[in-house]
């Protein structure tokens, strides 16, 4: 506790120094150097009134417990039970503390780029792809995020091959980062005649989306070609070369778009969905050198390893990561994801707190 004190004390005496560098006129005219100070000084001053709100608890609960060896035998009870309270709100905000001082996750405030792919299950699969899509829009608007579709390969029953997406806004990575891997789904599909239920997946990719300076792409390393637009089946929706497939020939990534009319715009799409793999591929690499491993996010699409199973028969969705088991699928797939999402960051936060991580 002491140690914490300490570290908390040293955070309270920047967050003056700053504040006051924040008032200085030659820091007020560097817009980069401004905006860096107050991003800090915002982080800060979160820690900051938790300490003071910690240090009110401990001089309250202090003065509680004097007043129980002080006060008349028909007034202790009561000053037990505010000394009991006092020792919650303590204990709940040293840990709220103790969260804050956690390292910050190095894409916490990016935005997301979310690929979608129908795997096990033929066009069952695609069809769940599409239900997961409709239900991460609804989420995002929610939680008052902006979705943008990107990308879509439409299949024969209206289903998605693959979807691409973006979601944009405050803590859209926290979010969603969670729900990459493989999703699994239990019901009786719409092709199905006899009523029985058949077990498919979609896999789920999160990438924090990478501004340009992040990822330095050489254009000599890139393979561009141009091709035609086509719909489901592979019938020609477009009567010229406006889809774009890029190649990034050192790593093997290929990313394709072709929804916009023009090939520039496509271009464009491609390029930011490839910075994107490519910022991600390299934190991976990072994070494999520094722990010894690496955790793919969606394995080989198996069913088997499903990270969460949506059952339709039993209006049931269950986390398998953190066993988690709620029964209001039908709520779930209509955007009301917020449940599942604080306890996966909370299930986070302990981890990080305990040391464990993997």
């Known amino acids: 506790m002491a140690d914490l004190i300490t570290r908390l004390e040293g955070l309270e005496r920047e967050f003056h120094e700053v504040e006051a560098r924040l008032g200085d006129p030659e820091i007020v005219s560097d817009q980069i150097k401004f905006v860096e100070l107050s991003k800090r000084y915002r982080d800060l001053q979160e820690i900051v009134e938790n300490l003071n709100e910690l240090r009110q608890a401990e001089g309250d609960l202090e003065a509680a417990r004097e007043l129980v060896s002080a006060s008349e035998p028909a007034e202790r009870d009561a000053w037990r039970a505010e000394v009991a309270d006092l ?105 199905e005649s006899q009523g029985r239920i058949h077990t498919s997946s979609a896999t789920v990719v999160v990438l924090p989306e990478a501004d340009e300076v992040d990822v330095s792409i050489d254009p000599n390393d890139l393979q561009i070609d141009v091709y035609r637009s086509s719909g489901p089946g592979g019938q020609s929706v477009n009567t010229t070369d406006s889809a774009v497939r890029i190649t990034h020939l050192p790593t093997g990534v290929v990313v394709a778009m072709q929804d916009e009319k023009s090939q520039i715009q496509n271009k464009a799409k491609a390029l930011q969905v490839l910075r994107s793999r490519l910022l991600k591929i390299e934190q991976d690499r990072h994070e494999a050198e520094a722990s010894g491993q690496r955790r793919a996010q969606i394995g080989g699409g198996g069913r088997s390893e499903k990270i969460r199973t949506y059952n339709f028969k039993e209006n049931r969705v269950s986390d398998h990561r953190i066993g988690l088991t709620l029964y209001n699928l039908d709520k779930v797939l209509a955007g009301d994801l917020k449940e599942i999402s604080d306890a996966l960051i909370a299930d986070d936060r302990a981890k990080r707190l305990s040391g464990d991580s993997n």
Not at 109 to 129: K, M, P
Not at 176 to 181: R, S, T
């Open 87 to 191: 020792e919650v709100s303590v204990e709940r905000l040293t840990e709220e503390l103790k969260v804050l001082l956690l390292p910050a996750d190095p894409n916490d405030g990016r935005n997301v780029i979310i690929e979608i792919r129908g795997a096990e299950g033929g066009e069952e699969a695609n069809l769940f792809a599409r239900d997961l899509f409709n239900m991460y829009r609804a989420f995002a608007d929610q939680l008052g995020l902006t979705a943008k579709p990107m990308s879509a390969a439409i299949s024969d029953m209206g289903g998605y091959s693959e979807v691409t997406f973006s979601i944009s806004g405050d803590r859209a990575w926290s979010r969603f980062k969670f729900e990459a891997g493989v999703h699994r789904v239990q019901r009786v599909p719409v092709t």
